[in-house]
């Protein structure tokens, strides 16, 4: 019996010395329902937490707005800064998140808007979403990085208002031309 039992450790101990080592399996790639990824990285981390600076006097004046921003809290934490108009005819609201892939977090909501277009801003991947097709508010969300992205609001007042997705769109593309590349 003591014969058998040592033969059965050494042919189980044979078997697993023999076997082949485990395949590394890669990690699962996180689901980006559908987001684009960058094709290039730029850096909002410098301005994350001070989106007042994000646009210079004479850019917020090219847009119609008051040089005068204030802070207001987005309801995921991210800072962001508030420009109006003359008059309130217009207010624009930017962030930067430099905490969450918010780009990949508006294509996976993308079923609560009835306007959702994929466009490009700055040659980056973008979307501009509205509630209900009437809507005066417009925003639009560019992936400025894997994790990053810029957050442009629009609303627009008055009896002839612009089209809002139009002045979030410029908006945006001003505040991506101006960040920095990320450095690795």
Known sequence: ???????????????????PPPTPTRAPTPDRFGAPVPTRSLDGTALSDRPCNLLAESELQSFGLQARGRLQQLPLGAPACVWEGPGF???????????????????????????FDAITVGGLPAVAQQTTV????????????VGQAVDVTSTEFGTAPAPPCDT???????????LPPLQK
């Not at 009437?134 to 990085?145: D, P, Q």
């Not at 979030?168 to 101006?178: F, G, I, K, L, P």
């Open 1 to 19: 019996m003591a014969a058998t039992a040592m033969l059965a450790v050494l042919f189980i101990a044979g078997c697993t010395a023999d076997a």
């Open 89 to 115: 005819s217009r207010e624009v609201s930017a962030a930067v998140i430099v905490d969450r892939d918010y780009l990949v977090d508006t294509y996976r909501t993308r079923s609560t808007y009835q306007v």
């Open 134 to 145: 009437e809507a005066l508010t417009c925003t639009v969300t560019v992936g400025i990085a």
């Open 168 to 178: 979030a769109r410029r908006v945006a593309e001003t505040v991506v031309a101006d």
